[in-house]
């Protein structure tokens, strides 16, 4: 997957791929205390960032013969942000 890529959610393309880091452990997540490994980050339209929730889930998917990549999330059902 590369920046520019398609951010969608059950196939309805709703943002892109912005950047995408590689900290190879090196910081922290605050809320979980888990190392992160890659940093993707996404711009998604207004309308629908009320509807992904705190235990959404994200995969990196491909679509058509060539194989083009992008990101899918599953909303999530927690209704705490």
Not at 14 to 31: P, Q, S
Not at 55 to 75: C, H, K, M, R, S
Request: charged residues 35%; without cysteine.
């Amino acid at each position: 997957m590369k920046p520019g890529a398609p951010v969608k959610v059950a196939g309805i393309k709703i943002g892109n791929v912005e950047r995408i880091r590689f900290l190879g452990g090196k910081e922290g997540d605050e809320k979980t205390g888990r190392r992160i490994q890659v940093r993707v980050d996404v711009w998604v339209e207004d309308r629908v960032k009320d509807t992904l929730r705190q235990d959404a889930e994200f995969f990196i998917n491909t679509a058509g013969v060539l194989g083009e990549q992008y990101l899918e999330i599953v909303p999530g059902d927690d209704f705490e942000n």
